[in-house]
T-cell receptor, first 113, second 111 residues
Framework: DVKVTQSSRYLVKRTGEKVFLECVQDMDHENMFWYRQDPGLGLRLIYF???????EKGDIPEGYSVSREKKERFSLILESASTNQTSMYLC????????????FGSGTQLSVL | GDSVTQMEGPVTLSEEAFLTINCTYT??????LFWYVQYPGEGLQLLLKATKADDKGSNKGFEATYRKETTSFHLEKGSVQVSDSAVYFCALIPGGFKTIFGAGTRLFVKA
């Protein structure tokens, strides 16, 4: 079965901590994405990557950075966590063609106290 | 800019009832349209899609028709089951590979 795996299901961090969210896909997909999901707001794109070492800002990149050193792994970094970054974070991947569907991980529920 | 608007939930139905979840979009050109479903505790998964006007996507008894004249992609199912309880997201790709999502509609189906 094809998979997108996120390293943690639940995470609790303190304000000001540096936080790493890891995502690995086993489908050899070129594109990878990080979204955050908040009630009433749906999914909002934070960053995406269309190739190793390549990254593009999404709609809400402030306070986040990403790293893609290998094709299968895409990391989201919160440089200095804040309470307004408490959210569900979803990683996804897709093939490189236009209009390709997304494959999602199960999500990481991050709480910043 | 490009956007998706879908009906607010929650929607509560009895088993075997008819389901409609409305979705309208704003986009230039000819976007591809999608419905994703999120079951409790899981990530999203594709339910169906349509890539051009008048296309009908279908899967698991769900259907949606790409209506360019009304910029809509409403989700329908003739007879819902308790197992259909989930959050449903309408989405579009305006071009390229960036997907834009609606806010989601939570569906509860009672036995």
């Amino acid at each position: 079965d094809v998979k997108v795996t996120q390293s943690s299901r639940y995470l609790v961090k303190r304000t000001g901590e540096k936080v790493f969210l890891e995502c690995v896909q086993d489908m050899d997909h070129e594109n990878m994405f990080w979204y955050r999901q908040d009630p009433g707001l749906g999914l909002r794109l934070i960053y995406f990557s269309y190739d190793v070492k390549m990254k593009e800002k999404g709609d809400i990149p402030e306070g986040y950075s990403v790293s893609r050193e290998k094709k299968e792994r895409f990391s989201l970094i919160l440089e200095s966590a804040s309470t307004n970054q408490t959210s569900m974070y979803l990683c996804a991947s897709s093939l490189t063609g236009a209009n390709e569907k997304l494959f999602f991980g199960s999500g990481t529920q991050l709480s910043v106290l | 800019g490009d956007s998706v608007t879908q009906m607010e939930g929650p929607v509560t139905l009895s088993e075997e009832a008819f389901l409609t979840i409305n979705c309208t979009y704003t986009a230039t050109g000819y976007p591809s349209l999608f419905w994703y479903v999120q079951y409790p505790g899981e990530g999203l998964q594709l339910l169906l899609k349509a890539t051009k006007a008048d296309d009908k996507g279908s899967n698991k008894g769900f259907e949606a028709t790409y209506r360019k004249e009304t910029t809509s992609f409403h989700l329908e199912k003739g007879s819902v089951q308790v197992s259909d309880s989930a959050v449903y997201f309408c989405a579009l790709i305006p071009g390229g590979f960036k997907t834009i999502f609606g806010a989601g509609t939570r569906l509860f189906v009672k036995a």
